[in-house]
């Protein structure tokens, strides 16, 4: 039967690229043995990686390695050489995506710098044009609508204040995203210019606005913003959209979600959102079984791996196969590195579809848990509907993370993920039905500074000595919802800089700049209508 349903494929795409012109190809991926040869240095990253790729790295404390280096563009020369269309490198895995004729395949396992070829998808759907619109070169109350499922996570409250994901690069894997440039809540991504980068990976084209409605529903979970109508979780967020499904089921997707990932890292993004997971294709011979559900296994789960590895936050749908044989949660939600979100009812219990952990070796899955039966989605047209389905209780706490993680920007990717874990409702006693349960801003936020440089005395300021161009002042309750007045004088007592900050709970953390400041002794003055502490700080 396995032979048989891949066969019909195989003939219903013959015929279709026959129609064009096209001869019978499919695609494959071709690996490499090494990066010998490569133009490329870890030691100059800025060739290869966003600063803000670098600087995500750097605050997190992660070394730039050899699988940060572009493949070798000579191996990806010879290919084309040969005669096969040469696509999408990956970096991490060192191989790239090509559409060829299987005649090709002996010739090119011949050549001494190929490790080895993986077939992951019948027919020729990869086209050179590339042609098509890009987006970008590369205390209220909640409104109605959206209410209710934001109010679970005290999303609300974390929008008054003041973290709707300003400053924070949000990446959507998903379908396609229809008729987003049309759509009044999401209209502000295209006045403000917030989508910084689109690529559909399935085709090759920058433009995402296809057929496919999904994506549109996921990113209206995060990114709209319509006044007393829709607001989002993360509406103030930069994001980044990239179409890595297709409408059949086969391993190139796994690939394609790679390559958005490593587009999205060099951009420099924060926070990656995937409403979609992978168990069976379409030719049995891709299927996985539980087993391989063991978090290192599936090619998107060690894609997710190496994601999280540069720093990024991985957020993904646990899977919607609760009712059904397959009643696991599906790559890459297996992933340590990833937060797997189960849905709940109004009741706030699970979804009777809500995939089921364990991990195949025995880990809590779902990790955590948001509304997925009856969410508030905008629609391709516009509508504001109540839809089913762990694809969109991810986004909502995508949202809450990208949030989270503006307050408390000096936490690490994994930091931020046991934090969550950690202010959920059963945290004490989690099951694999909603993992920790629902994630809290409120409860994230109370725990945060414990992961933070702790505080002594009321106030600190850190590094000290200060070695970089800033330094960071940390003040603790005393000082919450009070005028402060800062002011850092030289050793002499000259008066360098004056400001005044208002210290919350979800602000107790300033940067202050030193840029212009020589190395030597200074003194930091905390002022406050009742008390006046001095701090010494030592300039490198």
Known sequence: MALLMRTV???????????????????????????????????????????????????????????DLPVNAAYLERLSDLGAEVYFPTKWMNGVLVQMEADLIPRIQELPF??????????????????????????????????????????????????????????????????????????????????????????????????????????SVMASNAEDEYIGAAPAADYLLFVTEAPGEFRVEEYNWLFAAEMADSAGVDVINTSLGYSE???????????????????????????????????????????????????PADSE?????????????????????????????????????????????????????????????????????????????????????????QFASPDNELGYGIPSFVRAAELASNYETPIESGVVAYPNPITEETFTIALEPQYFEKEVILTLLDHHGKRLFETNIFPTQWKNRFEIDLVNALAGLYILVIQTSDQRTVKKLIKY
């Open 9 to 67: 494929i195989k003939t219903l795409f013959f015929s279709l690229f026959i129609s064009n012109g096209l001869s019978a190809q499919d695609r494959y991926m071709v690996f490499f043995v090494d990066k010998s040869g490569t133009d490329f240095s870890i030691e100059r990253p800025i060739e290869f990686l966003s600063q803000r790729a670098i600087d995500r790295r750097l605050r997190q404390q992660l070394l730039i390695v050899e699988n």
């Open 114 to 219: 190929v490790k080895s070829i993986e077939y992951v998808a019948p027919g020729a759907v990869l086209s050179d044009n590339v042609n098509g619109d890009s987006y970008a070169a590369f205390t209220e109350e909640e409104a109605s609508a959206s209410a209710f499922q934001n109010e679970i996570l005290d999303i609300d409250i974390m929008h008054q204040e003041g973290f709707r994901g300003e400053g924070m690069m949000v990446g959507v894997f998903d379908g396609g995203f229809s008729n987003i440039s049309q759509l009044a809540p999401l209209s502000h991504l295209f006045s403000s210019n917030r989508i910084l980068l689109t690529k559909d990976f399935v085709i090759n084209r920058n433009n995402v606005e296809n057929n496919e409605s999904h994506g549109t529903r996921v990113l």
């Open 281 to 331: 294709f379409n030719d049995n011979s891709m299927n996985y079984s539980y087993a391989d559900m063991d978090g290192k296994t599936t090619v998107i789960t060690r894609a997710a791996n190496l994601a999280a590895s540069k720093g990024i936050l991985l957020v993904n749908s646990a899977g919607n196969q609760g009712n059904d044989a397959w009643n696991f949660i599906t790559a």
């Open 337 to 425: 590195a990833v937060l797997a979100i189960g849905a709940i009812n109004s009741a706030f219990s699970r979804a009777t579809f809500s995939s089921f952990g364990p991990s195949a070796d025995g880990r809590i899955k779902p990790d955590l848990s948001a509304l997925g039966q009856g969410t508030a989605v905008v629609t391709a047209n516009g509508t504001i509907a109540n839809q089913n389905g762990t694809s969109f209780s991810s986004p909502i706490v995508a949202g809450l993370v990208t949030g989270f993680w503006q307050a408390f920007p000096s936490l690490t990717n994994f930091e931020v993920i046991q934090i969550m874990k950690e202010s959920a409702s």
